[in-house]
């Protein structure tokens, strides 16, 4: 049986040794690699070949990938590296690796073209300073050949054990059953769209009530489709880390009814998992780093060892454990599991972010992935949260007292441009706004930003062997990151946005390039899964998702009917409050007599959502003093992991309380409390965004690209009730449940509000 690798994964996995080292770092951007690598091209001639695919093969091996560049009138074949930094401060192991990816192209280039040698050339090229720095060599083909050779032996024994799992695999995903003794009622019709879509290879939009177990009905079909439809990778991304677990623990299900265990990543994010967040990514400072590529093989090995024989999911705490065994940073060993997984588990921005590891690794290796997104009505805020970015005055002025001698006066002219910036929002009479929206980039902050980053740049360069002040690294990352959103900045799809913060001894500004619609640049993810499925309880209307997320015209939709009736879901419409900001002081003694009255009818555990921490604790300490012996508990502002996790241990089931959240936070979706672990839920707001101007600017914009009519919907009205219907779908779980909600606003009684709320609730005046 062949097996098929890509030139760079097979030369990572021999070529490189050494340690874990970020000194030469950060990175370019894979934009910023992409415009180095296009700017390189166009200073050569007309005979130059860009990104040539080659190919061979050695046994059963089949090796293939894209050259950077050949000139066959040298002939000469080019690697190409975009950098920051010195040069001379690149670690060895960078070099070697380099070169072995250029010697076995030299050497598919020599069997393409039936060259006797060929110029080797590794073009480092600057993209802060767009200047090439050239190293050539000269290799005859026998040589090549001979390092082509023993490459792909030393590779040989793991491509026979890949491939031979990869058979083993599809032989079981192909027999397997639904792990339940039935579908759920709605969940049978889920999974069977879910598998024509894949098979069509067609983007699916999928609507399904929330309790009908959307999870297992996606992953079981895809997983279903993975050898007839010739994927290679599940990846299932989602936005919060309740996601994750049920994505673990349907994939926990499946497996021991297959002959083959399926290998299954959790990915998390990188200072969830650094256990010396300290220390410096180089094998000076962090022992974890030291040798990283030395202990890797051994590590790597454990792991599909352990998968195979404990039927064990490879989540963040296992491979947390095999990594410390081995010495070795469990973050990067997550990263170089994902190669060898059949299905990851991880967070939106793995795969959508600017620098998304999975798409950057799936085009790298042609690897042919399926996407699920769970909750994915979360995409249009995270998808613009990916692309935007923001500075902070604050930062820059204390960095301006506390940074290195020769840096100082870069700082302080940039908090000077600050200043003046923020001089420049306050009116002539009256009071500066807080926030707003500015017509365009401040064009000289900007300038003193990229000259401050110049030279902040070259002095982290110089500084490897010395510990570096995190915040001066911290600022560093930021304004990389700024620039990176400004190369993508255009008048249509961002604003740029101010805020003015309180302090002491005075104000800041804080400046925020703010992405509106992220589809232009998701567009491209989405062309590169050969199956993308994103699901939830609420992705209707479907025009919405599909504009902001720029999805393809060919995206098909389905919706689930619901499997509840309405006799398990009391619904009543509280018409006579109302909860805009200039009424909630009236509204809190009404609410309060409503929670106690709904409460006394039938006690039990209640969710009550409202659009603040604020109107929250005003109302939830007007009901203590009403009713003390009325035991609640209340969502906290930034709140961690083991906090929330307190929370909902609260409601136990046959437990009597109420628990207070803000609507749209961590416990309005993602959360699973069937039985009596809830009966019911108050929701005391309609969940639209502030009004204000930056809020109305976003109107404004969405209104002139989608149509004045869908302006105030896609600003306001579809993200505020999509909201609602996630936390609703908190109090019916299954068919056994039953429970009541009460909806607390005036304009919960307006046919256009009405018509967006699930069609199966019947509901009653209150």
């Not at 079981?220 to 309740?242: H, Q, Y």
């Not at 001089?423 to 807080?434: F, I, M, N, V, Y």
């Not at 309380?657 to 809830?678: H, K, T």
């Not at 101007?693 to 896609?714: C, D, I, K, P, T």
Request: charged fraction near 25%.
């Amino acid at each position: 049986m062949s097996y098929t690798v890509a030139v760079r994964a097979l030369c990572e996995f021999v070529a490189k040794r050494g340690d874990l080292d970020l000194r030469f770092t950060p990175s370019p951007s894979a934009l910023e690699g992409i415009e180095g690598h296009a700017k390189v091209a166009a200073r050569r001639g007309e005979g130059y070949q860009r990104e040539l695919s080659l190919e061979g093969e050695y046994r059963e091996l089949k090796v293939r990938g894209r050259a950077d560049g050949f000139d066959a009138t040298v002939p000469r074949l080019e690697e190409i590296k975009t950098h920051r930094g010195e040069l001379e401060r690149q670690p060895d192991n960078h070099r070697q690796l380099h070169w072995a990816q250029a010697k076995i192209y030299g050497w598919l280039a020599c069997q393409r073209f039936a060259l006797k040698e060929i110029e080797l050339a590794l073009v480092y090229f600057d993209i802060d300073r767009e200047r090439e720095t050239v190293i050539r060599a000269r290799h005859d083909r026998k040589a090549l050949e001979r390092f082509f050779t023993e490459t792909c032996e030393a590779f040989l024994s793991w491509a026979q054990q890949e491939a031979q799992h990869a058979l083993q695999r599809e032989r079981a995903l192909a027999s397997m059953k639904f792990p339940m003794a039935d579908f759920r009622p709605g969940q049978r019709a889920l999974a069977e769209t879910v598998y024509k879509a894949a098979r069509l290879e067609r983007p699916l939009l999928l609507q399904a009530p929330t309790g009908i177990g959307k999870t297992l009905g996606t992953l079981f079909p895809l997983l279903k489709a993975l050898p007839a439809g010739k994927l290679d990778k599940v990846f299932f991304l989602t936005a919060k880390t309740p996601g994750r677990q049920l994505a673990l623990d349907a994939l926990a299900r499946l497996d021991p009814g297959l002959d083959t265990p399926l290998r299954a990543l959790e990915l998390i994010a990188r200072e969830k998992s650094c256990e010396h967040p300290d220390k410096a990514c180089h094998g000076e400072s962090c022992p974890l780093a030291a040798g990283f590529y030395d202990r890797l093989p051994a590590a790597r090995a454990k792991a599909l060892e352990q998968v195979a024989r404990e039927r064990s999911l490879l989540d963040a705490e296992t491979l947390r454990r095999l990594a410390l065994a081995e010495g070795i940073c469990p973050y990067y060993l997550g990263q170089e599991m994902a190669r060898w997984s059949d299905v990851v588990v991880g967070d939106y921005n793995h795969y959508f972010g600017l620098g998304g590891m999975l798409h950057a690794l799936a085009q790298e290796q042609r690897w042919r992935v399926g996407v699920l997104v769970d909750e994915a009505h979360n995409l249009v805020e995270r998808g613009r949260l990916m692309f935007s970015a923001e500075l902070d005055e604050r930062s820059v002025r204390e960095l301006a007292r506390s940074a290195p001698k020769g840096l100082r006066r870069g700082f302080e002219r940039l908090a000077r441009a600050f200043r003046t910036q923020r001089q420049a929002l306050a009116p002539s009479a009256g009071e500066a706004p807080l926030e707003g929206v500015l017509e365009e980039v401040p064009s000289t902050l900007v300038g003193e930003l990229t000259g401050l980053t110049a030279r902040l740049g070259e002095h982290l360069a110089t500084q490897l062997d010395e510990p570096v002040d995190p915040e001066l690294m911290r600022f560093y990352l930021q304004a990389l990151g700024f620039a990176r959103v400004l190369e993508l900045f255009d008048a249509r799809h961002f604003q740029c946005e101010f805020e003015r913060l309180p302090g002491k001894p005075r104000e800041t500004l804080l400046l925020r390039l703010r992405n509106l619609v992220p589809g232009p640049w998701l567009a491209p993810r989405f062309e590169a899964a050969r199956a993308c499925v994103l699901f939830s309880a609420t992705l209707a209307p479907t025009d919405y998702f599909i504009d902001l997320l720029g999805l393809p015209a060919q995206t098909a939709w389905f919706d689930v009917a619901s499997p509840f009736a309405a006799a398990q879901l009391r619904v009543r419409a509280v018409s006579r409050i109302s909860t805009r900001y200039r009424d909630r002081e009236a509204s809190i003694e009404p609410i309060v007599e409503l929670i106690e009255a709904g409460y006394a009818a039938c006690p039990g555990n209640y969710l009550a959502f409202f659009s603040s921490f604020d109107y929250l604790e005003r109302v939830a300490e007007r009901l203590a003093q009403k009713a003390p012996g009325l035991v609640q508990w209340r969502q906290s502002r930034r709140m961690g992991e083991e906090q929330r996790r307190a929370f909902l241990e609260r409601f136990a089931p046959g437990g009597q309380g109420i628990g207070f959240a803000v609507l749209g936070g961590a416990f309005g979706e993602g959360v699973d409390l069937p039985g009596d672990r809830l009966v019911g839920a108050f929701i005391a707001t309609l969940g639209l965004p502030q009004f204000n101007a930056v809020n109305q600017a976003l109107r404004q914009r969405l209104g002139a690209l989608f149509g004045e009519s869908r302006g105030y919907r896609y600003a306001y009205l579809y993200p505020g009730l999509t909201k609602v219907i996630q936390a609703a779908g908190r109090v019916i779980r299954d068919e056994d449940d039953r429970g009541a909600l009460w909806l607390i606003d005036d304009r919960f009684d307006t046919a256009e509000v009405r018509g967006m709320l699930p069609p199966w609730w019947e509901i009653e005046r209150a």
